[in-house]
């Protein structure tokens, strides 16, 4: 069966998608159009460029995620270097090997740009800080005086994935209008769950199946925020902020067309010291969810 597939975004806790893909390939599934924020928009790059589930795990169980925490050098104290890139820079990281990683393990499957991609076949999500307005890679391209087919396919998910103050934000020139630029980070910012992508906008309807692979409970089995000061207040907010407007429209239409995937509160999207035995669970989580997810959906 062919259908169109949005992964919610997450950070390490994606190995659970990789549990959820097996057992869709199982079921001889396979997609015509991806969609993914964040850490989503990362599996949906790497399945659309034809990575099967069982190589997307050999490929994250690989690499050393604390890599990806790439600093800059300075002369100054370790403390005060961090609060100076911080300040200036806006992230702790650059975000410059998460991006590298991405390059060559799309290079492998011969993809580099869009043009490589069928047309409109992915969409990243993205968050333009600037302008304030979502952003949907490659097509939003054309707004900036770029020709979406030729950007780079490992630079809009780097986009996607630019958790704000942990990542420095990309900074994308508006070539039609000199001296404008826009900082863009994380997709999740605006919209984590991106559901809504592959509706037709003139008639409101979906041109073949969707399904969303979402790494959170339904609305109904969110726990409360448990906010007792600035610091609580804050993480409170920030999660608000990227869950609520997505979780709100899954409410109201499409439940009945995502796998809910709950991850375990202690295990966090920036936990990049995640164990052996906490990939497999979150793999063995996906698999059990997903099988849950095909028996009921028709």
């Not at 069982?54 to 995620?65: A, G, K, P, Q, R």
């Not at 499957?109 to 490589?116: H, L, R, V, Y």
């Not at 709100?248 to 966090?268: G, H, L, M, Q, T």
Request: hydrophobic share 40%.
């Amino acid at each position: 069966m062919n259908i169109d597939a949005v992964f919610a975004g997450g950070g390490v806790k994606a190995f659970a998608f990789v549990g959820a893909l097996q057992v869709m390939e199982e079921k001889g599934m396979s997609y015509s159009r991806l969609a993914g924020t964040s850490a989503g928009a990362i599996v949906a790059a790497l399945i659309k460029a034809g990575y099967s589930s069982n190589e997307l795990y050999e490929l994250l169980d690989s690499l050393d995620i604390e890599d990806f925490k790439d600093e800059r050098l300075s002369w100054l104290p370790f403390n005060l270097t961090k609060w100076f890139h911080f300040y200036f820079k806006m992230g702790l990281y650059k975000g410059d090997k998460l991006e590298k990683w991405l390059r060559e393990a799309l290079n492998k499957k011969g993809i580099s740009t869009f043009a490589d991609l069928p047309k409109g076949s992915l969409k990243i999500i993205a968050s333009d800080l600037s302008r304030g307005r979502i952003l949907v890679l490659p097509d939003d391209l054309e707004q900036f005086g770029i020709l979406p087919e030729r950007y780079s396919v490992a630079r809009a998910v780097r986009m996607s994935c630019s958790i704000p103050f942990f990542f420095e934000p990309v900074k994308l020139f508006n070539r039609r209008k000199r001296g404008q630029s826009s900082y863009i980070v994380d997709g999740g910012v605006l919209s984590n769950f991106p559901l809504w992508i592959f509706v037709d906008k003139r008639t409101k309807t979906r041109t073949r199946p969707v399904i969303g692979f979402q790494l959170s409970p339904d609305i109904n089995h969110v726990p409360p925020h448990p906010i007792i000061n600035a610091f609580s207040l804050f993480k409170a907010l920030f999660e608000t902020m990227i869950s609520a407007h997505d979780t709100r429209y899954i409410e109201d239409e499409d439940a009945k067309d995502i796998v809910f995937i709950p991850i375990n509160e202690n295990v966090k999207a920036t936990n990049f010291s995640i164990t052996e035995e906490e990939k497999r669970e979150l793999v063995l989580l996906g698999r059990k969810k997903t099988e849950d997810f095909l028996k009921a959906w028709h």
